[in-house]
């Protein structure tokens, strides 16, 4: 079986589980992560057992035995790196979203086509079990024609903090839900109106609700409240309800699936996205990384997730953030 040489660009939180993902995969070997924060590329270069680490990406994107890179940078330092490269011949897996404008999208997709190289964009529902077989079970006629569908993504106050400083709730976590409504009812987004409410005095609004219009006649609602208050067992409190002309769907698929009240606290332990069984982080993100590797290794382009896909969630969000700033209904371009 021939194994991928593979890259990790930034390692935060969602780079390391990356990081981790990628050393466990049997199709992929981990050959370098890159980080400025020294002493945290040092420890995981150490724990992973990851044979080269670099401070500057450049570096990274320079070694020949890389073939592909996920970048899992912050959304306003994603166009640079995934740029540079696909420019050096690197296929990329770039974090969702691809970019927090439409116009820095369209950067990064020109730069995938003249390279040549597969560049896919990490919206990890569409790995998720549940959402996919929703959605095979509505391409499949079972629940008649969309006509409305509502989306909840809320996560507590206190793991929202820092992030409310580099991110705001609606392009942050509203992304995943705009694009899983795109994917779900094959229909494009016409029109939004959105609303957004500051409590904490940090840069982006503390929840944002946003209400479409599709191009097929159906309303949708994406509710994404980044502050639930202290003490909720929630990591993600995460719901899709989808009503057709012949059907309904209901969807759970954030962490509710295990409960646990003990001597710290009550908790709900993921057990869909990147759960640690048995040693090794499985799960959607699992299942995300081997797909792109296996896409990689056969050299053919991602279906489940394209470019034109994720960059069409970017602008209803943008439409989204213009509407909550100017308090009208605007049209998606």
Known sequence: MR??????????????????????????????????????????????????????????????????????????????????????????????????????????????????RILMVGHICRFNP?????????????????????????????????????VGPLLGDGIHDTDLMLWMSAARIETVYALTHRIRKLRFPDLGWAMYRFDSGAIGVIENVWCLPDGTPFRIHETLEIIGTAGALYIHGGDMNVFLHGKSGTDCPDTLYWPEVHGQTGGALRDELGYFAACVGEGKPPSVVTPAAARAAVAVLAAAERSAATGKVVRVP
């Open 3 to 116: 194994r991928i040489g593979y890259g990790v660009i930034g390692l935060g939180f969602f780079g390391e589980k990356h990081a981790e993902v990628a050393a466990a995969l049997p199709t992929v070997n981990l050959r370098a992560i890159c980080s400025r924060q020294d002493r945290r590329r040092q420890e995981i270069k150490k724990r992973l057992e990851v044979s080269h680490e670099y401070r500057d990406y450049h570096d990274l994107l320079a070694d020949p035995e890389i073939e592909a890179v996920s970048v899992v940078t912050h959304v306003d330092d994603h166009v640079e790196p995934a740029v540079a490269a696909l420019r050096a011949g690197k296929h990329v897996l770039l974090e969702k979203p691809m970019a927090r404008t439409p116009a820095q999208c369209d950067k990064i997709v020109a730069a995938a086509d003249k390279a040549n």
């Open 130 to 166: 549940r959402y996919a077989i929703a959605r095979e079970r509505i391409r499949a006629g079972e629940i008649g024609q969309i006509v409305s569908m509502h989306a909840r993504r809320n996560i507590p106050a206190a793991r929202s903090a820092t992030v409310l400083e580099k």
